[in-house]
Each structure stands twice: as C-alpha cells, then as structure tokens.
C-alpha cells in the first residue's frame, strides 16, 4: 500500500501580490500549497480523489472562478471549493455555495478566518477521502472477509480459526456476548463447509419452553401426546447433512441437556413417542454469552455436556475491544441502510465519528448497526450516540464497563485508533505514518510507548 498524501491547497489568484501573501500565510500554518494565475494552469492538477481542496478568486481573467465550480462539481462532487470574492460580488458567491462551493470568504480576510475555513475543509476532504477508502475496501472484500468485517488483530484471528475450523466437521462453541454476531460464525462456518448445500438450522435455546424442547430438537411421532396430530421433523433431523446452531445453550433446561448429551455421543436420536432410533450427521455449532465451564463449575450446566461440545471455540471480542474497527462497520451499515430505505448515503463529520469511536456499545456490533440505520434516516443529531436508546445508561444496564467518561481517557481511545489505522495503512513505516498524521517522528514514538502500541505489528 502506497503511503497517503496529505491534503494539500490548490490556490487559484491572478493577482501576484495576493497569491504570495496568501501562499506565505497558509504555509506558515502547516498546509502544504501549490499557487497558479488561472483556472486553465491548475486545471491539470485536478481529478476524482484528487486529494485537495481549491481556493479560488471569482473574477479571474478567461474562466472566472464561479464559471470553472460547475466543471469542479461534475469532476468529484465532494471537492471543497472556497471562494475568494470582493465586497461586490458577495451575492455571487452566495448563490455559488447554493450550486455546491464548500465556502466563501471576502477580501479583505483576516489570516485567522481562511486559516480555519482552509482546516474545516481539509477535514472534510480527508473524512470524504477515508470513507470512499473503506467503501472500496468493503466491495473488494470477498469471502469470509466480508461477512466478518473488521481490520483488528482480533478479528484476523476470528476470521483465520472459521477458515480453518470451516474444513473440518468438529462441532464448535462461539463465545461472545449479545450483539458480536455469533450467529453470522456459525452461518460463515456452514456456508464455507462442503455442508454449504445442506441446510443451516438456528434454534434459540433461550426462547425454548421446556414442554417443547424435546420436541424441537427430536421431533414426535402422531400421537405422542395430546395435540401430536402428526409426525414432526426436529431440528436434527432436518439439519442432517447440513448445521444446528444451538443459540443461548447456556439456557437449555437440564433435562434436555442429559438427552442433547446423548444424541451428540451416538450421532442419533428418537423422537417421543417412536422406539427406532435416526442417525444424523450434522455439525453443531452452539453460541453462549457465558462461560459454560464457570457454569458447570457451579453445577448450572452439565460438565459433560460442556466437554461434548467443547471440541473447538471461537471468541468473539466485543467492540470496545476492537475499536479500530468502528469506521469500517458503520460504513458497511450504512450503505446497506441507504440501499434498504432507498437514501443517500451520509457523510459523518470529525465529531460524530469521534463520539463512535469513545461510546461503550454495551449492545455491539448489532447496536452499532441500529445507529447506522437511524443515522441513513436522519433521526440523530450531531451527537450519534446521545439519543433514546443510546447512552452511558444502556451500558450499565447491561453490566458492560463503560468507557472512561474523562475526556482524556476519551481522547486516548480516539487517539489510539487513529494511529492504529494510520500504521496498518502504511504497514508499520513509522516515518510516514508521523507524515500523514501531520506529527513530529518522536511525538509518534511518544506516543505509541504511552498507549502501548507496537508498530512491528503492522509491518507485511
């Protein structure tokens, strides 16, 4: 991967005076600038994903500015164009932001003024820049990498263990808590098995009455008991050749467990009310958000039963612990919202992103996906997390440590992932990294020994 220019100025000013000045005051503020007398010299450096923004006067000799902002729009709608425009011509510029210009400022300006509106706009530029990066990250993705999304180390790890187990036919034990997606493991653990053709069959345990568990997972025979008019297929059965994903095992009543026990020991079951016994051959997969062995530990789960399944695990980690991979999934969520609800797909700003990445989410991956549908339908403000539903008070009801409400604990956290997404993006360069963050080389080592970041990391 190519290391990420940073955003520089394209100044467009006829007057020379003005041009130096201007080119002298934004450089001295840290923007790298490029200068030229005419829309037709800078034309050529303009493109789609150019990564730019343009400062342009509106009287100009050949094409003015507000005359070249159509050709700028039709090349990428989301470059930031700020024009420059007399006391005379304000009118113009007005009705040029209406048409799509980012801002306008007017002669005379005072440093402080351009300077800021030139920063909001690299800021703009950059989040616009990263959110078409992930977009094209999302649609080159293939396979088990765009099911179970994420660039962390953790869900690297994740994705790998389905692959491998994914092969075999070994049953599985998913970890996780609400929301982490444990049922999409066990989908992307059939759909990348040579089971794959066969059926894939989700019971929750948790919403399983005891009278009718039994029936459920092993079917009856007509006339079993009142109200068997007729056999019924149980989920073994019908998963036979395929895979039953037993939800919220931890849940299932004891009774059952001793018989769920058996039938995974003979790979065979009967159902109630019949004396032949069915083989099946299916792979199970069950999903818990506890700790079976500290369950069966305290005798609320069948040691045996935990051993039986137990075969292999897979641990999901909660988002708070894989930050990193916040802007990927929200994008992700987005644009399926936007295609669902038919809707333009948003643009987060700097502060709306930063509030994602400080927020506990005590419901995971599936409250961030509920956010992003909220957000594609413009129920939520500014604040993305600060709405009904949506709180610090959601993550104490859930027993989920929430996230330090310190506003350096926050900016640690959002620091922390910017720079983790800047290293992986230049594979561990740390020199190129401290570029593109706009940052002294030793304030990045600083940095990285204070959150405990090791850049070796990310080197390919």
Same mark, same amino acid.
């Given at each position: ?10 100044? *467009?000013?006829?007057?020379?005076? !003005? ?7 934004? #450089?001295?503020?840290?923007? =790298? ?21 343009? /400062?342009?006067?509106?009287?100009? $000799? ?31 510029? !007005? ?9 306008? +400022? ?15 706009? %690299? ?20 396979? /088990?990498?765009?099911?179970? /999304? ?29 929301? #982490?997606?444990? @049922?999409? !493991? ?15 069959? $989700? ?6 009455? =005891?009278?009718?568990? =039994? ?42 467990? +001793? ?6 020991? @003979?790979?065979?079951?009967?159902? %109630? ?16 958000? =506890? ?22 695990? +897979? ?15 929200? @994008? ?43 957000? *594609? ?12 539903? !949506? ?26 992932? *910017? +720079?983790? @997404? ?16 706009? %940052? ?21």
């Amino acid at each position: 991967m190519s290391e990420a220019p940073a955003i520089r100025v394209l100044l *467009v000013e006829d007057d020379e005076d !003005v041009r130096i000045s201007t080119t002298q005051l934004l #450089t001295l503020a840290g923007f =790298e600038v490029e200068s030229f007398a005419s829309v037709e010299r800078a034309r050529p450096h303009i493109g789609f994903g150019v990564p730019a923004i343009v /400062i342009c006067d509106v009287r100009l $000799p050949g094409i003015s500015g507000t005359e070249w902002l159509p050709e700028l729009r039709d090349t990428d709608a989301e470059l930031p164009v700020i024009l420059v425009t007399g006391h005379g011509h304000i009118a113009m510029a !007005v009705q040029a932001m209406r048409e799509g210009a980012y801002d306008f +400022i007017e002669k005379p300006f005072s440093a402080e003024r351009l300077v800021a509106i030139v920063r909001h706009a %690299i800021e703009r530029r950059q989040l616009t820049l990263q959110v078409r990066a992930l977009r094209d990250a999302l649609e080159n993705w293939q396979g /088990i990498q765009s099911v179970l /999304i994420g660039r962390s180390a953790q869900m690297q790890q994740v994705r790998q263990t389905v692959k491998t187990l994914a092969e075999t036919s070994a049953d599985v034990l998913v970890y996780g808590e609400t929301g #982490t997606g444990k @049922e999409l !493991v066990a989908r992307c653990l059939h759909d990348h098995s040579a089971r794959r053709r066969q059926h894939f069959v $989700p019971l929750n345990c948790g919403g399983l009455p =005891e009278a009718l568990a =039994e029936s459920e997972l092993f079917g009856h025979e007509a006339g079993a008991f009142t109200g068997a008019n007729r056999v019924r297929i149980g989920k073994f059965e019908y998963a036979s050749g395929g895979t039953l994903f037993l939800d919220e095992v931890e849940s299932m009543p004891m009774a059952v467990q +001793i018989k769920l026990l058996r039938a995974l020991q @003979e790979r065979s079951i009967e159902r %109630i009310g019949a004396n032949k016994t069915i083989p099946f051959d299916c792979r199970v997969v069950a999903a818990s958000k =506890e700790d079976l062995k500290a369950m069966s530990d305290q005798q609320k789960f069948r040691a045996d039963l935990y051993y039986r399944l137990g075969v292999a695990f +897979i641990e999901l980690p909660p988002l708070r612990e894989r930050r990193e991979d916040i802007p990927l999934l929200f @994008e992700h969520f987005t644009l399926l919202a936007a295609t669902r609800y038919e809707r333009a797909a948003p643009l987060l700003t700097s502060a709306q992103l930063a509030d994602l990445m400080a927020y506990a989410w005590p419901g995971n991956v599936r409250e961030l996906r509920n956010v992003a549908d909220r957000f *594609v339908l413009g129920l939520l403000g500014e604040r993305l997390t600060q709405t009904r539903g !949506v709180g610090s008070s959601s993550a104490a009801a859930e027993g989920v440590p929430a996230l330090p409400s310190g506003l350096p604990q926050q900016v640690a956290s959002f620091e922390r992932a *910017v +720079i983790v @997404e800047a290293l992986r993006k230049h594979r561990g360069d740390q020199p190129a990294t401290a570029t593109a963050l706009a %940052i002294a080389r030793q304030t990045l080592h600083d940095k990285l020994r204070k959150l405990g970041i090791a850049a070796d990391e990310f080197k390919s």
